[in-house]
């Protein structure tokens, strides 16, 4: 019995860092997708205080919502050219980029070059917009390190495997004290242990579409929703 509680004691160990290495997945996940909400929203301020041109103002609408819209999918399966608002043009040369994330960010530092070279951006302000504009690789770069850094393989298949000895064998351990009833408790235990070994499993990678992921789908529309009203007419 004295052998289980230590065995016990020491899963219980492994399972706090378990849980814990795929919270904080979650949690940086989350965190840098507040900043990409943070972030567009000082930009399109600053861009409605740079220019009052209709077209420049609309095609920083556009591309500074499609950056998060395409952001949420290149983190999934891929991005989804018919969510995006592009002109013909841009879908066309979008396709050419495997990174189409970057494509966007091309566009819109190709957008504040012109704007400067025109006279409409001065140095000091192209400078000022630079510094959010330079954050969005730098939140895409960290949310792909979470999503192509896994919990390394041998970790999980041996701790499943932990979990499977200690609970077949823990009745041989409650058989003296529960009886028959020992069977039951040992289920209990089981139920226990491998539910918080899947919910870490499921909040390990937090770019997903299921329950217990990031809501980037609602994030990602109410940047849009916040940049456009930020730069309507």
């Not at 420049?56 to 991005?79: C, P, T």
């Not at 190709?110 to 025109?118: A, C, I, P, T, V």
């Not at 529960?178 to 918080?196: E, K, N, T």
Request: charged content about 25%; some cysteine.
């Amino acid at each position: 019995m004295q052998v289980y509680s230590l065995v016990g004691f020491a899963l219980s160990l492994l399972l706090v860092f378990r849980t814990n290495t795929a919270y904080d997945r979650w949690w940086e996940g989350r965190k840098k997708w507040g900043e990409l909400v943070n972030n567009t929203r000082n930009l399109a301020l600053k861009i409605n205080s740079i220019t009052k041109n209709k077209e420049d103002r609309l095609y920083f609408s556009r591309m500074i919502s499609n950056y998060a819209i395409a952001m949420k999918e290149h983190l999934r399966e891929g991005v989804k050219l018919e969510e995006l608002d592009l002109t013909a043009q841009e879908q066309g040369e979008i396709q050419a980029f495997d990174h189409k994330p970057n494509y966007i960010l091309k566009g819109l530092y190709e957008r504040l070059e012109h704007l400067k070279k025109s006279g409409v951006l001065s140095e000091q302000n192209y400078i000022v917009v630079d510094t959010n504009m330079k954050t969005f690789s730098d939140i895409i770069g960290a949310c792909e390190r979470i999503k192509n850094t896994p919990i390394p393989y041998s970790y999980s298949v041996f701790f499943k495997k932990f979990i499977f000895l200690y609970v077949t064998t823990l009745p041989l351990a409650f058989v003296n004290a529960f009886g028959y009833y020992a069977s039951l408790v040992s289920i209990f235990v089981f139920y226990i242990l491998v539910s918080m070994e899947i919910l870490a499993e499921e909040i390990e990678d937090p770019f997903g579409t299921d329950d217990n992921d990031l809501p980037t789908d609602g994030l990602s529309e109410k940047i849009k929703a916040n940049v456009y009203e930020i730069l309507a007419d």
